[in-house]
């Protein structure tokens, strides 16, 4: 096979292996994502359970960059203490090895069928969960054929004078196998296809067991170096979580790398197989970061205190975006305006979807935590509505002032989601736990569920808002229709209820009723974003009202 061939074949299996693994990732993210972040929320009781929080979560993202970044969200808020953020790191570390421990056995017999059944799931369901799981499964199937690609392409470049003469000198400068590991792990932002791709090049004997161990340990360097590059504008606190997930790696891969040799025969005397090897060798590493550190989480979390020290304060974000140099030229003006109103939709999210935890455990919290977001999302809506105020003094066309006035809308909107969360749902959570009142099961999974319904409409609203997709605008006026009937049907049934005489309903009545309510004004705010779209489409009739009897 010509030597270009080979070297196509094996970008391509990499490129497959790197998109598969984002695949799953994102399936998972965005079938389950609410409750990993509620795990990961809760590890708060002790190291161990943080760290066991971790890696399920890890395990199942397949990322524990990923992991990362919904700690820092959480570390940002103060959430979570830093200790056990940190904690949740390691146990991450340890979750991402599994995964790779599954994919380093051969399951290329396992291709058709998760192939056939992630499709059938993909395709016939309706249902969206059942729609990221068919996803999931078609990323695992994809995940298995490209390591099959990068063994065959790799196998062929054994013959490779010039490749056996740069694997011969990184194989004899053990520190520079760890920072090329580093480097290609930050390049192509995951560890676990990383050492899927170490693992598949030692397989076929392009790699030493040695050389293979030297990029493991460099590769989990370049997985903490990953949600940095991620988080650098990030508030102090996101950042200790970050920085100490990083130190903790580069002080055991320093304490590890003089051991690769007696590493390399301890695995060899494991497991005969090289690929095997390198996958235990990538576990034992992350279990020995965890075994080490995980006691030393409290010491770490107050040493990064003292080293990474608050630079500004979290209730006033710059403002990075409106840059009044460019407000004579209008499409560049409102594209800024544009990024600005979704990092506000972004933080009204946050808040959206931290509201409901508020009515659970660790109510005062939370509730703080939400509350110190509305001061910097009011600020935020006030400088973009004076943006394009000045905007719209300048001659604009017909579309570009319509444009300016919807953006105008949608922050104003989002503003207002805002103060009933703040001004409305937090005083209502608040209420409950001063009186110490307690829904009824039937009751609290209504509300749940008419939250996750509101929360969804949220996450297509900004769809919508990006992309004026039509259908999906129609989607979300129609879904409002829906809610409008499930809170009518949820009120229905708290009113049996108190026919019925349960207690828990009579006590919590006002309460449960106002939280449908509030949830269902949100909704209304929400779906505006909907509307200039589908009227400038012609979508929209001019009343709801019918004509009224000559």
């Known amino acids: 096979m010509a030597g270009h061939t080979i070297l196509l074949n094996l970008l391509g299996g990499i490129a497959l292996l790197l998109w598969a693994t984002r695949m799953v990732k994102t399936g998972v993210l965005r079938a389950f994502g609410e409750r990993f972040r509620k795990a990961v929320a809760q590890a708060t009781a002790n190291p ?37 953020a940190l904690a949740v790191m390691l146990g991450a570390d340890i979750g991402s090895t599994l995964v790779v421990q599954a994919l380093s056995f051969n399951l290329s017999a396992l291709i058709p069928v998760l192939l056939i059944v992630g499709v059938g799931a993909f395709m016939v369901f309706k249902s969206p969960t059942v729609q990221q799981v068919g996803r999931i499964i078609i990323g695992l199937a994809l995940m298995i054929l490209s390591l099959g690609m990068v063994v065959g392409a790799s196998a062929e470049l054994r013959a490779s004078t010039v490749l056996a003469l740069v ?89 590890a790398l003089p051991l690769v040799p007696l590493a390399a025969d301890a695995m060899g005397a494991l497991d005969p197989s090289p690929a095997r090897q390198v996958a235990n060798f990538h576990t034992a590493f992350n279990l020995c970061l965890a075994l080490a550190f995980l006691p030393l989480t409290g010491l770490a979390a107050r040493l990064l205190e003292r080293w990474v020290p608050e630079t500004e304060s979290a209730g006033e974000p710059t403002i990075e975006h409106l840059d009044e140099s460019l407000l004579d030229r209008p499409k560049l003006a409102l594209g800024s305006a544009t990024r600005e109103v979704m990092r506000l939709a972004d933080m009204v999210e946050i808040m959206l979807r931290e509201t409901i935890l508020a009515f659970e455990e660790n109510g005062e919290k939370r509730r703080n935590a939400i509350r110190e ?63 110490q009142l307690a829904f009824s099961p039937e009751g609290w999974e209504e509300i749940r569920a008419m939250h996750a ?12 808002f990006v992309t004026r997709d039509i259908k999906m605008a129609r989607e979300l006026v129609v879904e409002k229709d829906r809610i409008r009937q499930a809170e009518r049907e949820a009120t229905e049934s708290h009113l049996r209820r108190l026919r019925e005489g349960t207690v828990a309903s009579i006590e919590t009545s006002a309460l449960h009723l106002d939280i449908l309510r509030d949830l269902k004004r949100i909704n209304s705010h929400i779906v505006s974003v909907a509307y200039p779209i589908l009227e400038a489409s012609g979508e929209l009739r001019e009343s709801r009202l019918r004509v009224a009897a000559e």
């Open 373 to 435: 977001l509305d001061d910097p999302v009011d600020r935020l809506q006030e400088e973009i509505k004076l943006y394009l105020t000045k905007l719209t003094r300048q001659p604009l066309s017909d579309a570009d002032s319509r444009r300016a006035f919807d953006l105008i809308l949608f922050t104003t909107n989002l503003e207002h989601i805002g103060d009933i969360i703040v001004k409305s749902l937090l005083e209502l959570a608040a209420k409950k736990e001063r009186h």
């Open 167 to 255: 694997l011969e000198r990184l194989a004899g400068d053990p520190i520079l196998a760890v920072i090329m590991g580093a480097l290609l792990t930050w390049i192509v932002h995951s560890s676990v296809a990383m050492v899927l791709l170490v693992i598949s090049l030692t397989a076929v004997g392009m790699l030493s067991p040695a050389l293979g161990l030297a990029l493991v340990l460099g590769a989990n360097v370049g997985s903490g170096l990953i949600p940095i590059g991620l988080s650098l504008r990030s508030a102090a606190p996101a950042r200790r979580v970050l920085w100490g997930n990083l130190a903790f790696r580069i002080i055991g891969a320093v304490v």
């Open 453 to 464: 319904r509101v929360l969804d409409q949220m996450r297509l609203a900004m769809t919508v």
């Open 48 to 84: 161990l359970r943080a760290c066991l929080a971790g890696i399920g979560v890890a395990t199942a993202v397949q990322s524990s960059s990923a992991t990362g970044l919904i700690v820092v969200s959480f570390a940002e808020r103060g959430l979570i203490p830093l200790s056990a």
